[in-house]
């Protein structure tokens, strides 16, 4: 369970960091659609539910508040309590990775994020140059690739590993359809990231595996649907 800590934050906070279409964007890392849904509503809430460790369940206290949406554009408040992490082997050294812009004087992370939300799917700004890339777009088929080059000259790739089209997934007392994405990491002891999101709900699961095998879960529950 070494760096356990580090990937309960990464759950939380990155997808955290983290409606059909009225028409497709042909570029991949770019997003047309509607942007008047649920999910964008002002003061909308998203929260996670109980973050589980292999079979272990760790509370976690942790909220994105939709601030403002600007035809899509989503700018998110990101507010984790992180007091009842601080036990979790690894914690030190996943804090001490964390900047000290994105926490409050008690060390909590209390953070913006912007991204881009729509009925077609969902994008972010979160790597280094800050440009846009894909998380998901519902309707694309198994094998696709959303692929951004950083500056450093290192490829991230996102790629659609499963989408049957059904309600087979279970999320609170329904079953829902899902497109899963995954994503390779290979740092801060994270070897692989894999999200599930839903064109109503946004993203509704996130699971990271680590580089000793373990993984880290947890549904995200929208307040508007």
């Known amino acids: 369970m070494r760096q356990v800590s580090r990937a309960v934050l990464a759950i939380t906070a990155s997808l955290l960091f983290t409606s059909c279409s009225l028409f497709k964007s042909d570029k991949p890392n770019s997003l047309s659609g509607k942007t008047d849904i649920p999910i964008n ?15 272990t369940a760790v509370p976690v206290d942790a909220e994105l508040t939709v601030v403002s ?3 899509g554009e989503i700018t998110a408040r990101v507010e984790i ?7 979790l082997p690894g914690y030190a050294v996943a804090d001490a990775a964390i900047p000290d812009r994105y926490k409050d ?3 909590n992370i209390s953070t913006e994020l912007k991204f881009k939300s729509t009925d077609e ?5 979160a790597n280094m140059d800050g440009e846009a890339h894909t998380l998901v777009k519902y309707d694309d088929p198994v094998g696709t690739k959303y692929e951004i080059t950083k500056s450093n000259g290192r490829t991230l790739t996102r790629e659609v590993i499963e989408r049957t089209g059904e309600d087979d997934f279970p999320y609170g007392f329904m079953y829902i359809k899902v497109s899963t994405v995954k994503m390779d990491v290979n740092s801060g002891g994270v070897r692989s990231v894999v999200y599930r ?9 996130v699971e990271a595996t680590m580089d000793d095998g373990s993984k880290v879960t947890s549904y995200l529950y929208s307040e508007n649907t």
């Open 69 to 71: 949406n600007r035809k």
């Open 41 to 55: 509503t002002e003061g909308n809430t998203i929260t996670p539910g109980t973050v589980t460790i292999g079979s």
């Open 81 to 87: 309590d992180v007091q009842n992490l601080k036990t």
């Open 197 to 205: 999101a839903n064109h109503k709900f946004g993203i509704v699961h």
């Open 105 to 107: 004087a008690q060390g």
């Open 121 to 125: 799917g969902i994008l972010d700004y």
